[in-house]
């Protein structure tokens, strides 16, 4: 659809017909009916396009794959129970046992537990590299195993801006794709696809759903990405798939291989399909996406900027703040504004970040970020609770680190909030 990114957001991916529902129906089923065996066979064998198992695919999630595939300019999409099977799928379905790929360090804690722990554990290596190195430095680190480059467009919590382009320049010198998990700063803010990327992954729970009502995810592929002229380093996509009868996705798909593919085999055999009824309010959300990024990254400007002229406060981190690190990533890459999240540091570490949250009436403690009411999180307290002083500091996170994630209320009162919990500490 060749319209701006708040239109889509209301019209895209699903086009009722004459007398149809305006609003995407709920397809509350499991199974679909067919006249005829060989109807349904023809499905099994991916010859006709249709629906007959809900773990596979369902309508209502693919209307809202559509739209937010048309939202990051993509060519397919695929709705995922969470943003952890999202970024799973994504790197699953072209890595195997003996592959490696190369991910920014800078990622959410859950992603980096599921590549450096889990995902290893299935053979799968990766190499966790600082974004911030020069292309020559981070071209050292590919092996002729590496399958693929993984970064965040915006880093969860410590909000670092990814430099999309050098990414998608190791990724293409190599052969392989860029995937990039797009959460923070949405496809209105910014759509990686345009710089370069591959592969768009999210977690729906954020600011897409935006209300704190369903977990999920979503991956897109751009389309654009060559599996055939890397043919050998992809065989999954490349040569015949015999649980398919010897289809080949690349070929027979072309630039709906690689979600096929994802699809036919690890929709079938993990199951992380997202809920119709979930699906249902990710697509509430997205309809209202376009208006509330805006006014999430005007708030929190305002707040981010009273942070840093406050002595209280030791540190601040807002790719909005002009004397931020990634200031210019922020205005090159998300040139409307980046997201409502920043983390700061209060004077006097631990101890006074207890009681400055401790303090707070209208912003609420939660393991939750992104959202369109504003909250906050202590990792040395809540998330990484277990690690001493030391360990957080190897481990990137200061003791003092709140990762602040600003809403929709009204900018004044967060911070009559703010300054009320400042004076008691
Ligand atoms: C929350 C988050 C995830 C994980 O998503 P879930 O929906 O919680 O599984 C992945 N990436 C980023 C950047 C996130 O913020």
Redesign the pocket.
Known sequence: MDKKIDTIALHGGYKPGNGEPRQVPIYQSTTWKYATSEDMGDLFDLKASGYFYTRLQNPTNDFVANKLCEMEGGAAAMLTS??????FFAIFNICEAGDHFITSSS??G??YNLFGVTMKKMGIDCTFVDQDLPLEELQKYVKPNTKCVFG?TIT?PTCCVLDIEKFAALAHNNGIPLIM?N??ATPVNCRPIEFGCDIVTH????YIDGHGSS???AIIDSGNFDWMASAEKFPGLTTPDESYHGLTYATAFGKGAYITKATAQLMRDFGCIQSPQNAYYIQLGLESLAVRMPRVCQNAQKIAEFLESDDRIAWIKYPGLKGDKYYDLGQKYCPNGTCGVMCFGIKGGREQSIKFMDSLELVTIATH??DCKTMLLHPASHTHRQLSDEQLKEAGIPADLIRFSVGLEDPDDIIEDIKKALEKI
């Open positions: 969470s943003g952890q099977a999202a970024n990622i959410y859950g992603t965040e969860n998990d959460t923070f977690s729906t729970t954020k977990v999920g995810g970020v992104a």
